[in-house]
């Protein structure tokens, strides 16, 4: 039995998917509550995806 696994490697892309995701649940709401809660969450993953860019952006000069 193998008891070690590959790490999951998080991209900024799998961010700005959930982003648009939360934006479209938005835009499909119709409690202006949840459209406020669903506008949030997909700033948040937005900026995300900014940060985790960068970073890779940042590990790829690294490395060469």
């Given amino acids: 039995m193998k008891l070690t696994s590959r790490a999951k490697t998080i991209r900024s892309v799998s961010f700005s998917q959930r982003a648009r995701h939360?934006?479209?649940?938005a835009a499909m709401s119709d409690a202006p509550r949840d459209v406020e809660m669903f506008l949030d969450l997909?700033?948040?993953?937005?900026?995300?995806?900014?940060?985790?860019?960068?970073?890779?952006a940042r590990q790829r000069l690294v490395r060469t």
């Fill in 22 to 25: 939360y934006q479209l649940a």
């Fill in 42 to 56: 997909a700033m948040m993953f937005e900026r995300l995806a900014e940060e985790f860019a960068r970073t890779e």
